[in-house]
């Protein structure tokens, strides 16, 4: 496609929308605009986009395309700007918002007026910010939820459909109550109960000074996404407030009935509690992208000595493989610890375990 594409909000989705467009569409034209202009002007140096604007309006009078991808509660007062700005006949805007009840309400005005808005929510993240962190197979095989507004008929979906082919995305049409409470519960509920679990272990931490170095393996796993964006979490918390509410209440009362399993020492009721909750997670989809990010992880039983990780990640490096974390499991209290190296695709840890078996003599596991 060709045209002019405006990214509001050059962060982690921005950077990686622009990405993927720009490998797609390579006769667009990609202008951003952040109000952080340090990190706009990193997204120009990194070549993320082809323009950079001083200004929202000036961006969007040449725009066929405006994404939004800021804080939620920024995204709204965009699109009270945008409805009084003089825009292209026929663009289409559309936002990265993680909530969409009430992002549809305020495009009413936009609908009203005859332009465009077709809600947009790419179900991929990461705990991270930034137009640094952002890479172009973030959305692979993720679904992308839309929530097309009444003014966009089957030909502006096709047309945005197209824009976004380069994410490689799953598309999917939800109505918007229904993304809040699928969301709310596997995406907003999640990153509350992280944010309290860190909050509990902090002030533990004061009565138990070893918490901080034993806090590994699975509480890590588990908080690993209240290390995301304070900003972007209060937004979307104060928008699905209802749904999350109710979760929430919902979730006291379970917690009653776990308190009272213990005091009642139920060992059956104990197991049954646990056991029900493996084979429901066991079965979620873990080769494709969704609720769940799909990190494909692989654990190397490596000796204990200095100079291990730069041993082991030289390896892949020659190979041209690239990671995406990489940690040690530091609970073990055996001479031997466990490595665990995590790739984006399921191809790069097969390349991965081929290289460091020809190359060492650890012991690979996959999970
Ligand atoms: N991080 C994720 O995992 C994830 C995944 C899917 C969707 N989302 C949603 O996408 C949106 C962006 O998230 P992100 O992770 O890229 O955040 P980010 O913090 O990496 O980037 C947001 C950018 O928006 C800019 N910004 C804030 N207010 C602005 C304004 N008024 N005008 C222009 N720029 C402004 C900030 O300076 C920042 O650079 C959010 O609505 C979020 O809910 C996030
Ligand atoms: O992987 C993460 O760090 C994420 O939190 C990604 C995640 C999610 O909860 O699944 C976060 C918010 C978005 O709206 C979509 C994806």
Not at 55 to 72: M, N, R
Not at 204 to 233: C, K, Q
Not at 331 to 341: A, K, P, Q
Request: aromatic share 8%.
């Amino acid at each position: 496609m060709e045209g002019n594409v405006l990214i509001v909000g050059m962060g982690l989705i921005g950077g990686s929308l622009a990405l993927c467009i720009k490998e797609e569409h390579p006769h667009a034209s990609i202008i951003g605009y952040d109000v952080n202009h340090k990190e706009l002007r990193l997204a120009n140096t990194l070549g993320v986009i082809d323009e950079m604007v001083q200004s929202l309006e000036q961006g969007a009078e040449k725009a066929d395309l405006i994404i939004i991808s800021t804080p939620v509660t920024q995204t709204e007062k965009i699109m009270k700007i945008l409805h009084n700005t003089d825009l292209k006949q026929g663009v289409i805007i559309t936002d990265t918002g993680s909530t969409k009840g009430q992002i549809m309400k305020a495009a009413r005005p936009l609908s009203e007026k005859g332009i465009t808005f077709i809600g947009g929510h790419p179900m991929a993240g990461s705990h991270k910010s930034g137009v640094s962190a952002s890479k172009k197979i973030l959305f692979e095989n993720a679904f992308y939820m839309f929530t097309p507004s009444d003014s966009a008929g089957e030909r502006e979906m096709k047309s945005l459909e197209s824009w976004l082919s380069g994410t490689r995305a799953k598309f999917l049409i939800v109505p918007p109550k229904e993304h809040d409470e699928l969301t709310g519960m596997i995406s907003h509920f999640p990153h509350i109960i992280a944010a309290s679990l860190v909050h509990q272990a902090k002030d533990s931490s004061e009565e138990h000074p070893y918490l901080r170095r034993l806090a590994a393996g699975g509480f890590r796993d588990i908080t690993r996404i209240a290390s995301s964006n304070p900003v972007m979490w209060k937004d979307i918390t104060l928008q699905n407030s209802q749904v999350l509410k109710d979760i929430l209440e919902k979730w006291k009362i379970e917690m009653e009935e776990v308190i009272h399993m213990i005091e009642e020492r139920d060992a059956e009721k104990l197991f049954h509690y646990f056991n029900e909750a493996k084979v429901f997670r066991d079965e979620l989809p873990v080769l494709s992208k969704g609720a769940i990010p799909a990190f494909y992880d692989l654990y190397i039983d490596v000796p204990d000595y200095p100079g291990i990780i730069s041993e082991v990640t030289a390896y892949l490096a020659e190979e041209k493989i690239s990671l995406t974390n990489i940690r040690i499991l530091e609970t073990r209290e055996d001479i031997y610890g466990v490595l665990v190296i995590s790739f984006q695709t399921i191809e790069d840890r097969e390349r991965a375990v081929v290289c460091l078996k020809e190359k060492t003599a650890y012991d690979l596991f996959i999970d």
